[in-house]
């Protein structure tokens, strides 16, 4: 480090007695091979982890049901949000004090291990430890966030964040078909297979990560002592944020399974939480202003409204990842492949528009626009979800969420470089810590509150559409909790035993549990659209930093282009001041 400095004072020197003129002799700064070739690492490990995501969506109740539970199913889905809310922000100050690279190979390799452990999992509990080591594989995603719009020009930033978005489709297009053909005919115990195959995704995510991505040591990494770094952490705000935001996220969920907000259970690690993340937040605005919430940050307005904006991206969208393919199967009585194609078939066609995002943030370098369009198509979509019935076709449940996803691209690569370009650029590791946990944070409270929604709605919905089906063909209304008790546990015997039962009356159920099911999955719908609805609105209030869009590369992969470039940067200056 000390013998680039010295090269870098020298090139200095020797610009300040060069001619105006020698400007048109530096070569224009150009990425080669070795920024590309990390940037597929990036993608490869963005593939990885959002096909994880899919699995412990998708196949939840599958695996869960497997082993006895089904209604754990969320958890699993929870676990990995949780692992980012409270690991992103413990990671985003140390990856510049000890770089970037091996703690993402770090996180990555355990992901390995996660893997494996959920594909042979032998019980209720082993699958849900695999699913937390699983999750420490998403404490470093950040890193992917960063690494992409650093390693490129600025003005590109828009390419590398639709990359990443591009990694997004392709895994929730493969993995949802994936999970529907090996769990097809009631097979559940073939989720193991799925998740062998997301440890080969981290298996090579792993090894292009350790070799294909190799940037220079920054200068804290080598000017720093192993103590110095520590005392740079913000210990207490770790500690304050990760606890708090792990005990308010199992707070949440053991409401939308209980029920009950005075169950002890719900009430004492909620409380909690808002306690300690009250704590946390008074702590970093008072007391750390260079912590983990660094007071730099909230220089420009856009960052505070980016990862407000975010959080309510993952309060609507993960919606549709949890809620989407259930509904199908159930309201619309496919098969777990036909449901996986209803994911599927949107991720293909908001792929397709990618090109023109790219296009759009790099030519005309705007984000607020993109971003306002794509919150308006994630609100228009779960409005029109909530307007589904037990009649409806395979058109609504492919075109609806096709705007969804289409908006969710717009929105995720747009609010991305707004957060990015709102902070100083030595800042973007830390930016995009909270920027992660922003979003894994809303995904989670998400997920909580449409659970609870739908759980709430079911209690009411069931017996009553249910009722309406069967008590006009003659049933006892006594006959109808046992009725309803049997075909929610899909058990046969017990069906067959209820008094006054008919073929014609389990099939007017069966008819009944459709409608009662359409008509709960609504609330959780509707809720979802408030959220984006109120995303839109505050995405209006984004400027766009069209200055920001320059050809500097903020953290060059390449030696040779961090020379190159400051050479370049410096005869600018000289010839601006001639």
Not at 273 to 286: D, H, K, P, Q, S
Not at 343 to 364: D, E
Not at 521 to 548: D, L
Request: include cysteine; aromatic fraction near 8%; charge should be neutral.
């Amino acid at each position: 480090m000390d013998k680039m400095a010295s090269s870098k004072a020298e090139t200095f020197e020797d610009l300040s007695q060069a001619p105006a003129e020698s400007f048109e002799e530096i070569e224009e700064v150009h990425i080669h091979a070795k920024t590309i070739i990390a940037s597929v690492a990036i993608c490869f490990m963005q593939f990885a982890l959002v096909s994880a995501t899919v699995g412990s969506g998708a196949l939840g109740a599958v695996s869960t049901g497997l082993f006895g539970d089904s209604s754990k199913g969320p958890w699993l889905n929870t676990i990995i949000l949780l692992f980012g809310v409270a690991g992103n922000p413990l990671f985003g100050q140390s990856v510049d004090l000890w770089g970037r690279k091996w703690i993402i190979v770090g996180t990555s390799f355990m992901g390995i291990i996660g893997s494996i452990i959920v594909s042979c999992a032998q019980n209720l509990a082993t699958l849900i430890a695999g699913f937390c080591v699983i999750g420490i594989s998403f404490t470093s995603q950040f890193c992917l966030l960063a690494i992409a719009s650093e390693i490129l020009p600025r003005s590109h930033r828009g390419v590398g964040q639709v990359a990443l978005s591009a990694s997004t489709g392709f895994a929730l297009i493969s993995g949802a078909l994936a999970c529907g053909a090996l769990t097809r005919g009631g097979h559940a115990d073939n989720y193991r297979i799925f998740f062998y195959y997301v440890a080969a995704l981290y298996v090579v995510a792993t090894l292009g990560l350790a070799f294909g991505y190799t940037p220079p040591a920054r200068e804290l990494q080598q000017t720093l002592t192993t103590r110095q770094k520590v005392q740079r952490l913000d210990g207490v705000g770790m500690f304050l944020v990760s606890i708090g935001a792990t005990l308010f996220c199992v707070g949440l969920q053991f409401s939308s399974t209980s029920g009950s907000w005075q169950d002890g259970r719900v009430l004492g690690p909620f409380v909690a939480g808002v306690t300690l993340m009250t704590v946390f937040g008074i702590y970093e605005w008072r007391f750390k202003k260079d912590g983990i919430l660094h007071h730099d940050l909230f220089r420009h307005r856009n960052f505070a409204l980016c990862v407000i904006i975010v959080g309510l991206e993952g309060l609507s969208f993960y919606t549709t990842n949890v809620f989407l393919i259930l509904e199908s199967t159930i309201v619309e009585g496919t098969d777990i492949f036909q449901a996986s194609l209803r994911l599927a078939i949107p991720c293909s066609v908001a792929s397709v528009v990618l090109l023109g995002i790219a296009l759009l943030l790099t030519r005309f370098r705007r984000i607020r626009e993109p971003l306002v369009f794509g919150f308006a198509l994630l609100t228009i979509s779960p409005g029109l979800m909530s307007t589904i019935t037990s009649s409806s076709g395979a058109g609504a449940f492919i075109g609806y969420p096709t705007l969804g996803v289409v908006g969710l691209q717009f929105a995720l690569a747009s609010v991305a470089v707004g957060a990015q370009f709102a902070t100083p650029p030595d800042m973007i590791a830390v930016t995009s810590a909270v920027f992660a946990a922003g979003r894994s944070l809303g995904g989670a409270i998400g997920i909580a509150v449409n659970s609870a929604l739908l759980s709430n709605a079911l209690s009411s919905e069931l017996p009553k559409k249910i009722a309406a089906e069967v008590l006009p063909l003659g049933l006892e209304a006594a006959s109808l909790p046992a009725l309803i008790s049997a075909l929610m546990a899909n058990d046969q015997q017990a069906l067959a035993a209820v008094p006054g039962i008919s073929p014609t009356i389990i099939s007017a159920a069966a008819q009944g549990i459709k409608s009662g099911y359409a008509a709960s999955f609504r609330p959780a719908w509707i809720a979802s659209a408030a959220f984006a609805a109120a995303g839109t609105i505050i995405c209006m209030f984004v400027t766009n930093p069209m200055k920001e869009f320059t050809p500097h590369i903020d953290a060059p992969v390449e030696a040779e282009l961090i020379e190159l470039q400051e050479k370049k940067e410096a005869l600018e200056r000289r010839r601006q001041n001639c």
